[in-house]
């Protein structure tokens, strides 16, 4: 099928505080200038089709190790049209008193957290990523997840470990986990109350990776956020659709979503297979914690 996803993600920095053993980030230690960033924005908006909301990812790498960058982009864009949103996904690490200060009055910018952070829960419209890892038990995560509610968190996404070996007794762990925390938010709507899951929101025919036009930090444009990935520079020409000064035409950013996924499927070689397992599991729990919310909500 031809997947369209109309966001703009641009990669503002290739460079990250951490480096989680599951991520296959290639960290090239750039970061994308003002002058790209505006220049991309600018193209997109122009290009994109009537009636379609502007939705930009900030990513990375870290993209709050550029926050200059980003910060300026949400004052030139913000109002100059209609509905325009930010979002950016962050370890939330950097997330000091000025940038909190600057996010509680510019709810145009969702924040989507993967490490707790203080006062994090009070931003508007935050999303917490869960990671769910080969060494956690169901008890574990279980524990965090109350932790995470009391503290005032009520937006989730959960993201397995992908492109890396699991077990078939880690498998049966990881389903057992997600068939715990069903249960949790069963419970917590039953009782009327107001949770989500950012999972039921958005949909990629690759896992983990953005199938939206995507911008490099050097200017490049790219149907997915592939490029970023290490040894995916070898396939950066083949990849490539454009850049700032070169917009690609719309039939160009619509790559059909199985050639992305048998690139992927290559590139991931021996961990496809658990890349694939982890996936079914959590697109299972996705669709009965779904299917339950609706229902709650006749």
Not at 77 to 103: A, C, P, W
Not at 196 to 202: A, D, G, R, T, Y
């Amino acid at each position: 099928m031809n997947w369209v996803d109309h966001r703009l993600c641009l990669l503002v920095s290739r460079r990250c505080n951490i480096r989680c053993g599951f991520c296959p980030v290639e960290f090239t230690g750039e970061d994308m200038s003002l002058e790209t960033a505006s220049k991309a924005v600018k193209s997109y908006l122009e290009h994109l089709s009537s009636g379609i909301s502007p939705k930009i990812k900030f990513f990375g790498g870290e993209p709050f190790l550029n926050w200059p960058v980003m910060k300026a982009l949400v004052d030139e864009f913000h109002g100059k049209r209609s509905k325009i949103s930010f979002q950016v996904s962050t370890n939330g690490m950097f997330l000091d008193e000025e940038k909190i200060s600057y996010l509680l009055t510019h709810p145009e910018l969702e924040v989507t957290l993967s490490f707790r952070t203080k006062n994090g829960w009070s931003l508007p419209g935050v999303w917490f990523t869960f990671v769910l890892t080969q060494n956690q038990s169901t008890e574990s995560v279980i524990e965090k997840m109350n932790v995470l509610i009391l503290e005032g968190y009520r937006r989730f996404n959960f993201l397995p470990a992908y492109f890396s070996k699991w077990s078939e007794n880690e498998l049966e762990e990881l389903e057992k986990t997600f068939k715990g925390l069903a249960k949790i938010f069963y419970g917590l709507w039953d009782k009327g109350l107001d949770y989500q899951i950012k999972n039921s929101e958005v949909y990629s025919p690759i896992p983990l990776y953005n199938a939206a036009l995507t911008v490099d930090a050097d200017g490049t444009v790219y149907s997915s956020s592939l490029i970023e990935s290490r040894g995916m520079d070898s396939l950066s020409e083949f990849l490539r659709i454009g850049s700032t000064t070169d917009w690609p035409k719309e039939k160009m950013a619509r790559r059909d979503g199985r050639f992305l996924r048998e690139i992927l499927r290559r590139w991931a070689g021996p961990t496809w297979d658990s890349t694939c397992r982890v996936d079914e599991l959590l697109t299972r729990f996705v669709a009965s914690v779904g299917e339950y919310s609706r229902e709650a909500c006749v």
